[in-house]
């Protein structure tokens, strides 16, 4: 979808909110308080009603658009503006170019489309011949975590995010020269350190019948219990051009993407800002379409943070 196509498709409210409903008949909706899957449409009051217990679904609720006093318009645009560019943009960008008084309203809708980017992505785990690595993103720290350091310490903290991507190695049979070309991609705050965290971090990465490399890194030890098959490469040229290079790409890259559009990231958002890169990257053949795809991700995520 590009600007002019928007301009003439999503003309005013209304042809955005039966935009919304079409997206969400498609994909069913699903009575709040008795589970039935089967609603009549009560067009005068944009609601569904259930047929079994009658009970009134807005055309927000259950979306990410629920709590939400954006216009359907503004969301519309924000989606557009998000799926538009491969760069993407800050809140403060997309409020003054859609001439709204108030930030906040904007930031928390891109955030939630965010996390609904993540939540598509969770659907799939990486497969086949997967490089694994680690990365430390620089992240502001807390207010109160802020506030209960020494005077005189620095505010910016590194988080660790650990990166994974489907890779097959390549070979040119006449040369001799290696190569390899990518696919998907995954990027994960990597929090809980324990043996446990690290396990659970990978089996939702990555299939378990996936032959992963890594370099060798002892935090990555315990990998052979969630793949079939782990190889391990000593950090140096070799992983950065040939094992690891698409990993290595990716960072290098989300990194400069982040550093061009934010001021700060607090390590509590990293992961969406994280969810918005890793999203579009693998759609990056997807052009205009990737609109109707982020729309259907805002109707079927469901809401993780209040408000
Ligand atoms: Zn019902």
Not at 57 to 73: A, H, P, R, V
Not at 76 to 103: C, D, H, N, P
Not at 158 to 184: F, I, M, N, W
């Amino acid at each position: 979808m590009n600007l002019l196509k928007f301009h003439q498709v999503f003309t005013n409210e209304e042809a955005c909110k039966l935009h919304f409903k079409q997206v969400r008949d498609k994909n069913g909706v699903v009575c709040n308080k008795c589970g039935s899957e089967h609603h009549y449409w009560i067009s005068s009051m944009w609601m569904y009603e259930c047929k079994e217990c009658h009970y009134r679904t807005s055309l927000k609720k259950g979306t990410i658009m629920e709590n939400s006093k954006l216009k359907f318009k503004t969301w519309y645009i924000i989606m557009l503006f998000m799926s538009a560019t491969k760069k993407g943009f800050s809140a403060a960008e997309v409020q003054r170019q859609l001439g709204k008084k108030r930030y906040e309203p904007i930031w928390r809708a891109m955030h939630k489309i965010r996390e609904a980017m993540g939540q598509r992505e969770d659907l799939y785990k990486l497969e086949d011949m997967i490089e694994f690595d680690d990365a430390f993103f620089e992240t502001s720290t807390p207010e109160k975590v802020k506030q209960s350091l020494k005077r005189g310490l620095g505010s910016q903290k590194q988080t660790k995010v650990t990166v994974a991507t489907e890779s097959v190695p390549l070979e040119d049979l006449e040369s001799g020269t290696k190569s390899s070309s990518c696919r998907y991609f995954k990027m994960k705050v990597n929090q809980d350190f324990t043996k446990e965290g690290s396990k659970s971090l990978v089996t939702a990465m990555i299939g378990n019948n996936a032959v992963v490399r890594t370099d060798k890194s002892t935090s990555y030890v315990n990998i052979s219990d969630c793949v079939d098959i782990h190889m391990t490469t000593k950090s140096g040229k070799e992983t950065t051009n040939t094992t690891l290079k698409w990993t290595h790409v990716a960072i290098g890259n989300a990194k400069r993407n982040f550093l061009g559009i934010y001021h700060c990231i607090k390590s509590d958002y990293l992961q969406n800002y994280l969810n918005e890169f890793v999203y579009r990257l693998n759609r990056r053949y997807f052009g205009e379409r990737l609109f109707d795809r982020v729309v259907l991700a805002a109707s079927t995520a469901t809401l993780q943070t209040s408000g």
